[in-house]
């Protein structure tokens, strides 16, 4: 480890750190724009320039690696002059928008001129222009205001690998863009919004609505997909105008997908803002407490076999939890969290974990993925997946369809079959497996939710077993959910007991009464001769076909509990108030459970998340992932030799809020469509 003398004060960093990285670590901020840590080094900004002692001229502190006896010098009159200069030639060509620029508040250019600029510029020629572009519905581009900083150009061709953007010409004539004006085709453009240092790239969506200090910021969980990515929720009066990702190293990192981000219009379209009592096969505004009523008069002597629960893909814990309790109340079996009838072990964790946990791809050796398209169901994942292998980390082979996923991978084929050719040691890829010290797979929805799901669970049991994929140190085996609230059900066991009615039961006629709640990925059609309760925020399929409605709050408007893929138990909080009569869920249901005499034991928040610790450990540690214990699971049996599909067939809309966005429809436009058109996959 090097030692090395920084402003006087001498250090000691691990190998392989820049001389920038090691100034951070002794607390020193040394300026930047082209530098990030996840990129890259570019090393074309020059504002990170420092003297190093018997170097000829200054050096650029991200380039240079730490080295021992090294003497670094970042305040001094050299430095400040040259960090002057660098400063004047950065802004010889951008332009005065300042005042009308969406980054201004949140601008590195804006801060770092303030602080290392001079107080006048010498530049009097006319300043060059770059014609506007057009990169699609989420990023409007200003690229006059562009530095050449690069980071957008490095992020989608690491990151991102889609290598959407390009520098083209050369010298005062240097443009970035695309090679080709079009959309930006990746699901994680909105990031380069947050890279870009100055004002060249901006969020269209958000254009023009907010400064960043009139918002009110909260905490709070993505629920697009089952991620369970941190974000930040900025909201102004009583709407959420944006929302940004946090730092989380062990899911995130610093990056959040599209939908989770730009879907939020969605949340103020086709609001259910009043309890709705159908009447004259109409649906009719009521009161809660008619609703309630009627409720409690169809439930009143029903038997208990005939009341049956579904609950939706974005539902908190807590709401599900009340439900369930409600179900028993009512002397039912038939509950489930399964829209998509997976068939997944409630009773075995490891069966429907991601074991290998987010973070831990980092250290897989070999990767399979079943039934499954990453890239689409999980964003975020795949872009760990990709990280993982341009860092020469793994050889990924894919059964199912066959997508591309930014990286390159072995197609060994789209039926089942090939997973039992796997297993015999007949397909090639069973040698990469067999060599492999740390190997990982991942088993999607895709082939989970299909008739045979269950042989297909108890076959990759299978391969796991032979190959290695399990030992004291190490799980590879994984499930990627694509629902947020999937696993905290599985938690608390929010499936059938025996002899209960499943989801596809249920919903082929199976019970008189059945309460939807936030689930609406389900066939309604056949729920036409049920009496159907639905609790939701957003008028979707299930509040189309309900006999009463009871308006719910969505992500954004209650304090709430998700578990991700992995396992890891985290908060959401409550940024802005429902509209009209909408209610926290849990509320409602307590409600509703002391009107038809079945009162459920809690009062608050804090009774019944008690309640749900002690139903699952999990419940009981935030942001920990609680390992799972290797046990059997799956059924033996015959599988199908039907093709293993993914669940998603277009990323952008795939639930209630995502399908009334404004901006989702944009860019299913503008991204899904004309592929559909010319039948290209990605």
């Known amino acids: ?180 004006e079009k959309a930006i085709e990746t ?40 991620v369970g990515t941190n974000i930040r929720l900025d909201a102004r009066s009583n709407e959420v105008l944006r929302v940004l990702p946090r730092l989380n190293e062990d899911v995130n990192e610093e990056w959040l997908a599209d939908k989770g981000r730009y879907a939020i219009d969605g949340l103020t379209k086709q609001r259910l803002d009043r309890p709705y009592v159908r009447k004259d096969g109409k649906l009719q505004p009521t009161t809660w407490e008619e609703a309630f009523a009627v409720i409690a008069d169809k ?73 499954s398209n990453p890239r689409w169901e999980a964003p975020i994942i795949n872009a760990r997946l990709r990280k993982r292998y341009i860092n020469h980390g793994f050889k990924p082979a894919v059964v199912g369809p066959n997508f591309d996923l930014t990286y390159k991978t072995d197609y060994l084929g789209d039926t089942a079959d090939v997973l039992q050719a796997i297993l015999d040691g007949s397909n090639p890829y069973a040698e990469t497996l067999k060599n492999a010290s740390k190997p990982m797979l991942i088993l999607g929805q895709g082939a989970l939710a299909r008739e045979d799901g269950a042989a297909i669970l108890a076959l990759v049991k299978e391969i796991a077993d032979k190959y290695g994929f399990v030992s004291d140190e190490w799980n ?61 925020h957003n008028g979707d399929a299930g509040a189309q076909c309900a006999d009463v409605i009871l308006p719910g709050c969505a992500y954004t408007e209650k304090d709430g509990t998700y578990v991700n893929t992995e396992g890891r138990m985290q908060y959401g909080y409550k940024a802005v108030f429902a509209p009209g009569e909408a209610k926290e869920d849990w ?37 920990e992932v609680q390992p799972a214990k290797w046990e059997n699971f799956g059924v033996k049996g015959d599988i199908a030799a039907t093709p293993l599909t993914s669940p998603i067939h277009n990323y952008y809309m795939t639930d209630p809020v995502s399908r009334v966005s404004k901006t989702m429809a944009e860019c299913t436009e503008a991204l899904i469509n004309p592929k559909q058109r010319t039948g290209t996959n990605g």
């Open 1 to 180: 480890m090097p030692k090395l003398t920084i402003n006087g004060n001498e250090i000691e960093v691990e190998n392989g750190l820049s001389v920038l990285q090691a100034c951070e670590q002794a607390g020193i901020e040394v300026p930047r724009f082209c530098y990030h840590e996840r990129l890259s080094i570019a090393g074309n900004c020059r504002m990170c320039l420092v003297e190093m002692e018997k170097a000829p001229k200054l050096i650029a502190s991200c380039a240079m690696p730490a080295g021992e006896g090294m003497v670094i010098n970042t305040d001094n009159e050299r430095v400040k002059k040259a960090r002057e200069g660098v400063m004047e030639f950065l802004l010889i060509n951008h332009p005065l928008d300042c005042p009308i620029c969406d980054q201004g508040g949140e601008c590195d250019l804006q801060d770092q001129a303030m602080a290392y600029g001079g107080d006048k510029g010498r530049y009097t020629e006319a300043k060059r222009a770059v014609p506007d572009k057009d990169f699609g519905p989420i990023i409007r581009p200003f690229m006059t205001r562009c530095i050449h900083c690069t980071r957008c150009v490095r992020f989608t061709e690491e990151v991102a690998g889609t290598s959407d953007m390009c520098g083209t010409y050369r010298g005062d004539y240097t443009e970035i863009g695309t090679y080709v």
């Open 299 to 371: 439930l009143n002597g029903l038997d208990g076999s005939k009341f049956a629960a579904l609950a939706g893909d974005m539902v908190d814990a807590e709401a599900m939890f009340a439900l369930k309790l409600l179900a028993e109340s009512l002397g039912s079996k038939n509950i489930d969290c399964r829209q998509d009838g997976a068939k997944l072990d409630a009773s075995v964790r490891a069966s429907y974990l991601f074991n290998t946990t987010i973070a831990g791809i980092d250290e897989a050796d070999a990767c399979l993925i079943i039934g």
């Open 476 to 536: 590879g085996f994984n499930v990627l959910h694509t629902a947020a609230a999937r696993v905290g059900g599985l938690e608390m066991g929010f499936v059938p007991a025996e002899g209960g009615l499943d989801t596809a039961a249920i919903v082929n006629g199976g019970a008189e009464v059945v309460y939807l709640l936030g689930a609406d990925e389900i066939d309604t059609t056949k729920l036409g001769n049920s009496f159907v309760i639905y609790q939701g």
């Open 587 to 623: 509320t409602i249901l307590r409600a509703l459970s002391e009107v038809i005499g079945k009162k459920l034991p809690f009062d608050n928040l804090v009774q019944l998340r008690a309640k749900l610790v002690e139903v699952s450990p999990t419940f009981a540690t935030p942001d």
């Open 187 to 226: 699901e994680l453009a909105g990031n380069l919004v947050d890279l870009c240092p100055v004002g060249a790239l901006t969020s269209k969506p958000y254009s023009y609505t907010a400064r960043p200090w009139e918002l009110k910021k909260t905490e709070s969980i993505d629920v697009f997909d089952a």
